[in-house]
C-alpha cells in the first residue's frame, strides 16, 4: 500500500515535463474523442479534427468545457468507459441546479489516491502522522479523497466526516491526532469550540492542517495557525476535474504547486477565452492528462488565479497556482462595481478589531443588487458598549472599503460568535430579496 519514496520526493525537469504534458495532452485528446459521447459530438460539431491536435502548439483550438456541459450531460453523458467500468462515483452538491456526476475507473482511483498521498507529503504528513478527515464523507469528495490519498501515503487515518463537533475534539485530542483535514472555516470553528468548551487548542497534538474546498485568507490562516499551533497549509481541487489533489503548498506556503504530471494547467482572460501567460491573473482551465472514467478537457473551473513559474525554495519545478482571488460566479456586480468577497475580506483583516468571519448580504429588490450589506464580527477585545467608538469603527471600515474598492456598503458590526458556524464550506454571500408591497 505505501507509496514508492521515490514518486513522493520526485523532482521533474523541465524537459520531463514538458514531455509527459505534451504525450499526455494527445492522449487525453483522443481518448476523449474515441469514447466520450459529449467530446465526440464537440468535435464533430466544430469540425476539429481530434488528429490534428499535437500538444500544447495547438492545444488552444479545442472550445472549452464549461459546468453547464457537464450539467447538460446529467448524468452519464460525459462516462467514457462501459458504466460497469465505474467502481465509484461522485457528484458535487447541485444546489443551484442538476449536480455534476462523476465516474472513477481503477485505474482513476489509483491516480487520485496518488495524486492526494503526494498533496498530503508535500505538506509534511508522513506515516508517523495521525489524520482526522472532518470533511463529509459522501458524495462530495473531500473525504474520500483525502481518505484513501492519506491512506496510501501510509499515514493513520481517522474517518470522523464533518460535524458533531464536540465528539470530534474529545477524540481528537484522546487519539492525539497530529493532522486535521478540514475546510479553514471548520478549523477555525472547531478551535473556538475547543476554547469554549475549556480545552486549551494549544494541549492537543496538532501539527498539520491540511485545508481546502473554499479561500482561506491570509488573516484567516494566521488565526488558524494561533489557535491550533500548527502550520496551515492549502489545497485545492474540483469535482470536475478530479476532487482534491489538484494542487497543494509546500511547507513554505507561496502558492499550491499543481502537479503539472497530471493536470495540464491554462489561465485565460475570462471575457475573451485568450490564453494568457505565467504572472498574469485570470480563469484557470485544467486539463487532466489520465482521466479514463470521465474525461474533461479544457475545464473552465470559473476560480481566479495566477501561475507562477518562479522555482520555490522546496526546489520543485512544477509551477504554483496563486491563492484564488475569487470564483467568477461569486463575482458581484453592485451599481457597476465588480468584487470578490476576497477582496472584503482583505479590507476587513486590516481592522484588529474584527475577527475573519463575515457575511455579506445582497438586498434584492426583483432580482436586482440594490444594497449591500456587510455583517462582521467583533472580536471578544474589539467587542464594547460605547456606542460611540462602535460607530467610529464603522466609519473607519466603510471608508477603507470605499478607497480600495470604490464600494461604501452598510456595515453592520455583530457580537463575537452571532454569526451562523459551518462545519462545511462557509456561505459567504446570502441573497434578500425585498417583498414588494
Ligand atoms: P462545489 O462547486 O459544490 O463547491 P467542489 O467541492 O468540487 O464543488 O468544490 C470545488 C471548488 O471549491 C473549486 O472550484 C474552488 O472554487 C473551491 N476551492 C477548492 N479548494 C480551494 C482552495 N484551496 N482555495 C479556494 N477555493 C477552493
Ligand atoms: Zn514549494
Redesign the pocket.
Known amino acids: 500500500m505505501k507509496l514508492q519514496k521515490e514518486l513522493l520526493s520526485k523532482n521533474w525537469s523541465w524537459n520531463e515535463l514538458e514531455e509527459i504534458q505534451e504525450i499526455g495532452l494527445v492522449k487525453a485528446v483522443r481518448h476523449a474523442y474515441t469514447n466520450s459521447p459529449f467530446y465526440r459530438q464537440l468535435f464533430n460539431e466544430t469540425g476539429l479534427n481530434p488528429g490534428k491536435i499535437e500538444g500544447k502548439a495547438n492545444f488552444n483550438q479545442i472550445p472549452f468545457t464549461t459546468k453547464n456541459d457537464l450539467r447538460q450531460a446529467y448524468p452519464y453523458g460525459m462516462t467514457a468507459v462501459p458504466l460497469e467500468k465505474i467502481l465509484r462515483i461522485h457528484a458535487?452538491?447541485g444546489?443551484t441546479g442538476k449536480p455534476i456526476v462523476a465516474g472513477y475507473t481503477r485505474t482513476d482511483l489509483n491516480w487520485w489516491s496518488e495524486a492526494v498521498a503526494r498533496i498530503c507529503a508535500m505538506a509534511g504528513v508522513t506515516t508517523k502522522d495521525i489524520a482526522q478527515v472532518s470533511f463529509g464523507y459522501g458524495l462530495?469528495?473531500?473525504g474520500f479523497g483525502l481518505h484513501y490519498g492519506l491512506e496510501k501515503l501510509g499515514a493513520t487515518v481517522v474517518p470522523f466526516s464533518s460535524g458533531n463537533t464536540e465528539r470530534q475534539l474529545s477524540l481528537m485530542k484522546d487519539f492525539q491526532t497530529s493532522v486535521l483535514v478540514s475546510t479553514p472555516s471548520f478549523a477555525l470553528y472547531m478551535a473556538e469550540t475547543a476554547s469554549n468548551l475549556g480545552y486549551d487548542p494549544l494541549d492537543f497534538q496538532l501539527k498539520i492542517g491540511l485545508?481546502?474546498?473554499?479561500?482561506?485568507s491570509e488573516a484567516m490562516r494566521e488565526e488558524i495557525e494561533k489557535k491550533w499551533g500548527l502550520i496551515a497549509t492549502?489545497?485545492?481541487?474540483?469535482?470536475?476535474v478530479v476532487?482534491?489533489g489538484v494542487a497543494g503548498e509546500c511547507p513554505h506556503k507561496t502558492g499550491?504547486h499543481i502537479l503539472e504530471d497530471l493536470y495540464y494547467p491554462e489561465i485565460i482572460d475570462p471575457e475573451s477565452g485568450a490564453v494568457l501567460p505565467d504572472g498574469h491573473s485570470g480563469e484557470l482551465v485544467l486539463t487532466p492528462l489520465l482521466k479514463e472514467g470521465f474525461p474533461v478537457l479544457r475545464y473552465r473551473?470559473?476560480?481566479i488565479t495566477r501561475l507562477i513559474a518562479e522555482k520555490c525554495s522546496c526546489g520543485r519545478n512544477i509551477r504554483r497556482m496563486d491563492?484564488?482571488t475569487g470564483?467568477s460566479d461569486d463575482m458581484i456586480i453592485i451599481k457597476g462595481v465588480n468584487v470578490f468577497p476576497s477582496q472584503i475580506e482583505e479590507v476587513l483583516a486590516g481592522f484588529k478589531e474584527v475577527s475573519p468571519h463575515y457575511q455579506l448580504i445582497l438586498h434584492k429588490t426583483r432580482g436586482t443588487i440594490k444594497d449591500l450589506e456587510v455583517q462582521v464580527e467583533l472580536t471578544p477585545e474589539g467587542f464594547t458598549d460605547r456606542y460611540k467608538a462602535l460607530e467610529a469603527l464603522e466609519r473607519r471600515i466603510k471608508q477603507s472599503l470605499r478607497s480600495t474598492l470604490s464600494l461604501g456598503p452598510r456595515i453592520t458590526l455583530m457580537e463575537p460568535g452571532s454569526l451562523e458556524r459551518t462545519t462545511g464550506?462557509a456561505k459567504r454571500v446570502v441573497e434578500k430579496e425585498k417583498e414588494d408591497i
Do not use: A, Q
Open positions: 458535487s452538491s444546489t462530495f469528495t473531500g485545508f481546502g474546498g473554499e479561500p482561506c492549502v489545497n485545492y481541487g474540483l469535482t470536475e476532487g482534491p499550491m473551473t470559473g476560480d491563492y484564488i470564483r464550506k
